[in-house]
């Protein structure tokens, strides 16, 4: 019996040529998610990236980098010596088979092999570039290095980042947040530039500066400077402001903590708020119920008006505290379960090994178990993390595939 034609995906048709980078990875792997044929070339000594740990079995491995697998599912792979004349060359014919090549070289590296965009078009003359680069191919900083670190402090997002509490130095976020932000603007670079193709027939090089990438990710921060000339301060899991917001970070009866971030705002939601007090049996302590009742009793409620109407004013700081006060005398995930059960939302502060253990996750699929052949036992994935391409770039000549 033969199995299923896989769905078709977005990118399916679309070959991308990506310039192994560290910087550049997460956006490969985006498009590879998409469905297009990423081919990853890497230098012959093998990409940095397979020297970072942590490694399967904790033995270090070029290849056995769980960090090298994390970023390069769903690629092919080959191998390519760029300072020879051979290797130019086989890289030459490797693009004139594909629609977009990802690069985060060095500025001018490319132009001083003759690798650059501009040549390339004599291969293939529809061709996308999209070049992701610190602070851009351009300025005085052109030359400048960074690290995922020095990229989230300069462009802006550490500021916004940490507790009320400002004698605590700001919390960089983890996980490569920098580099991964400046790839989701190369990959909308890229799919902006293939959807321009589509109608003109035209390739076209797309430069991307890493650094405003981040600085334009700052929620508010960066554009309440440039009309206010006002400064965000950071806060304790909520959104950075000028000036202080009630918390929103609770804890609950086991001693955990969960988050209130978006509390009652509309009459049905104060009502169904009103009425979980009750099945808890806990309306006669909780005096503010009465504010509950009238919330839900109103046509709606105009949060614009919170400040200079005393009724909608506490309306809505009884709906925030009855959220407190209920997760005052129930277990965190009973709080979670309780609140998402009527339309609110909240969420049980978890462990990140947590958060894939819960039902919501699994019932998702949500991790999946894969069997790989290395390790010779499970792995557990999410289900959107791989896409299985067995097929070698077997077309060059020069050129070793690589797993």
Not at 142 to 170: E, M
Not at 196 to 216: I, K, L, P
Not at 218 to 237: D, I, P
């Given at each position: 019996m033969?199995?299923a034609?896989?769905?078709?995906?977005?990118?399916?048709?679309?070959r991308?040529v990506?310039?192994?980078?560290?910087l550049?990875?997460?956006?490969?792997?985006?498009?590879?998610?998409?469905?297009?044929?990423?081919?990853?070339?890497?230098p012959?000594?093998?990409s940095?990236?397979?020297?970072?740990?942590?490694?399967?079995?904790?033995?270090?491995?070029?290849?056995?980098?769980?960090?090298w697998?994390?970023?390069?599912?769903?690629?092919?792979?080959?191998?390519?010596?760029?300072?020879?004349?051979?290797?130019?060359?086989?890289?030459?014919?490797?693009?004139?088979?594909a629609d977009?090549?990802?690069?985060?070289?060095?500025?001018?590296?490319?132009?001083?092999?003759?690798?650059?965009?501009?040549?390339?078009?004599?291969?293939?003359?529809?061709?996308?570039?999209?070049?992701?680069?610190p602070?851009?191919?351009?300025?005085?900083r052109?030359d400048?290095?960074?690290?995922?670190?020095?990229?989230?402090?300069g462009?802006?997002?550490v500021?916004?980042?940490?507790?009320?509490d400002?004698?605590?130095?700001?919390?960089?976020g983890?996980?490569?947040?920098?580099?991964?932000?400046?790839?989701?603007?190369?990959?909308?670079?890229?799919?902006?530039?293939?959807?321009?193709?589509?109608?003109?027939g035209?390739?076209?090089?797309?430069?991307?500066?890493?650094?405003a990438?981040?600085?334009?990710?700052?929620?508010?921060?960066?554009?309440?400077?440039?009309?206010?000339?006002?400064?965000?301060?950071?806060?304790?899991?909520?959104?950075?402001?000028?000036?202080?917001?009630?918390?929103t970070?609770?804890?609950?009866?086991d001693?955990?903590h969960?988050?209130?971030?978006?509390?009652?705002?509309?009459?049905?939601?104060?009502?169904?708020?009103h009425?979980?007090?009750i099945?808890?049996?806990?309306?006669?302590?909780?005096?503010e119920?009465?504010?509950?009742?009238?919330?839900?009793?109103?046509?709606?409620?105009?949060?614009?008006?919170?400040?200079?109407?005393?009724?909608?004013?506490?309306?809505?700081?009884?709906?925030?505290?009855?959220?407190?006060?209920?997760?005052?005398?129930?277990?965190?995930?009973?709080?979670?379960?309780?609140?998402?059960?009527?339309?609110?939302?909240?969420?049980?502060?978890?462990?990140?090994?947590e958060?894939?253990?819960?039902e919501?996750?699994?019932?998702?699929?949500?991790?999946?178990?894969?069997?790989?052949p290395?390790p010779?036992?499970?792995?557990h994935l999410?289900?959107?993390?791989l896409?299985?391409?067995e097929?070698p770039?077997?077309?060059?000549a020069?050129?070793?595939?690589?797993?």
């Amino acid at each position: 019996m033969s199995s299923a034609a896989p769905a078709p995906t977005a990118l399916d048709g679309i070959r991308v040529v990506e310039l192994s980078s560290e910087l550049g990875a997460f956006a490969g792997k985006l498009l590879a998610d998409m469905g297009a044929d990423v081919v990853c070339v890497e230098p012959p000594e093998g990409s940095p990236m397979r020297g970072y740990e942590p490694f399967r079995c904790d033995v270090p491995d070029p290849e056995g980098s769980l960090y090298w697998w994390h970023y390069n599912t769903s690629k092919r792979g080959v191998t390519l010596d760029l300072d020879t004349a051979s290797g130019r060359d086989a890289f030459r014919r490797l693009v004139a088979t594909a629609d977009l090549l990802l690069e985060c070289e060095p500025p001018g590296r490319l132009e001083r092999l003759r690798l650059d965009h501009d040549a390339l078009l004599r291969e293939r003359s529809d061709l996308i570039t999209v070049s992701l680069s610190p602070f851009g191919s351009q300025g005085p900083r052109r030359d400048w290095l960074l690290t995922d670190l020095t990229l989230l402090a300069g462009g802006g997002p550490v500021w916004s980042c940490g507790y009320d509490d400002h004698s605590i130095a700001p919390v960089r976020g983890g996980g490569n947040q920098g580099y991964q932000t400046a790839c989701h603007y190369a990959v909308m670079s890229a799919l902006t530039a293939i959807l321009v193709r589509e109608a003109t027939g035209e390739g076209q090089h797309v430069g991307v500066s890493a650094h405003a990438a981040c600085n334009v990710t700052t929620e508010m921060a960066s554009y309440h400077w440039l009309v206010s000339r006002g400064t965000v301060q950071r806060q304790t899991g909520r959104h950075a402001m000028e000036h202080p917001t009630l918390p929103t970070q609770i804890e609950c009866a086991d001693g955990r903590h969960a988050t209130t971030g978006v509390p009652p705002r509309t009459p049905p939601e104060f009502a169904r708020l009103h009425e979980w007090l009750i099945e808890l049996g806990l309306e006669a302590e909780y005096p503010e119920a009465i504010f509950l009742r009238m919330g839900a009793e109103r046509d709606g409620i105009d949060l614009s008006q919170i400040g200079s109407d005393d009724e909608v004013t506490a309306i809505f700081a009884a709906g925030r505290e009855a959220l407190n006060f209920i997760a005052s005398r129930i277990s965190a995930y009973d709080f979670f379960t309780g609140a998402q059960q009527r339309g609110i939302t909240v969420g049980v502060i978890y462990a990140p090994e947590e958060a894939m253990e819960d039902e919501h996750f699994r019932a998702r699929g949500f991790p999946v178990a894969v069997e790989h052949p290395e390790p010779r036992r499970d792995l557990h994935l999410s289900r959107r993390t791989l896409r299985v391409r067995e097929d070698p770039v077997a077309h060059l000549a020069a050129g070793t595939p690589t797993r």
